[in-house]
């Protein structure tokens, strides 16, 4: 089982938009539509920020969006702030009801 | 509020046995409709999920630990405990418990505790 990939690092500088993507296979990321998303903080434990693809938990940013196109689903931000820096993970059921994370992209604000 | 509690010793001996557990307070184990999960993230690195267990008792594992991974529920006591064997250095890492939905929304965290390997 192989983590998903994810860019290791982004950067935008406040007030634009950043998008992350998650690219796996048609046997994780491409056979269904339930890609969540996490930020963590440093230090700090991960938070749920998508949920079944594209839905925000309440709470959460309009900022925060997402979506998928085949094998990759992708984050976007936008209006970026300083909060926003951090570690963002992609999370996607796999083969056999299994479960795999993407690999992570630290999120840089310049 | 859902909470969850991640408990265990904080050092295991390579080749033994380590044991977490997680309590949880908000929510019913039994209630049927989540999954309970655990998760692990070693020290400047990414998430790795463990596995998972249904009310039903329903184990799911990554292959890659499978085979030295246990989950399992304690109904009564509202807490579900993980047991990893023959531990090694590669073990050590920060394990969070979490709550999960059928599809894969981890919802809840424990706060996380660190699990170091060492003789």
């Known amino acids: 089982q192989s983590a998903l990939t994810q860019p290791a690092s982004v950067s935008g500088s406040p007030g634009q938009s950043i998008t992350i993507s998650c690219t796996g296979t048609s046997n994780d990321v491409g056979s269904h539509n339930f890609v969540s998303w996490y930020q963590q903080h440093p230090g700090k434990v991960p938070q749920l920020m998508i949920y079944e693809g594209t839905k925000r938990p309440s709470g959460v940013s309009n900022r925060f969006s997402a979506s998928k196109s085949g094998n990759t689903a992708s984050l976007t931000i936008s209006g970026l702030q300083a909060e926003d820096e951090a570690d963002y993970y992609c999370y996607s059921c796999a083969t056999n009801y299994t479960f795999v994370f993407g690999g992570g992209t630290k999120l840089t604000v310049l | 509020q859902v909470q969850l509690q991640e408990s265990g010793p904080g050092l295991v001996k390579p080749s033994q046995t380590l044991s977490l557990t997680c309590t949880v307070s908000?929510?019913?184990?039994?209630?049927?409709?989540?999954?309970w999960s655990w998760i692990r993230q070693p020290a400047g690195k990414g998430l790795e999920w463990i596995g998972r267990i249904h009310t039903s008792g329903t184990t799911i594992y990554n292959p890659s630990l499978e085979s030295r991974v246990t989950i399992s529920l304690d109904t009564p006591k509202n807490h579900f405990s993980l047991m990893l064997r023959s531990v090694t250095a590669a073990d050590t890492a920060v394990y969070y418990c979490?709550?999960?939905?059928?599809?894969?929304?981890?919802?809840?965290w424990g706060q996380g505790t660190l699990a170091t390997v060492s003789s």
């Open positions: 908000g929510d019913s184990i039994s209630g049927g409709f989540y999954y």
């Open positions: 979490a709550r999960d939905s059928l599809w894969g929304e981890l919802d809840y």
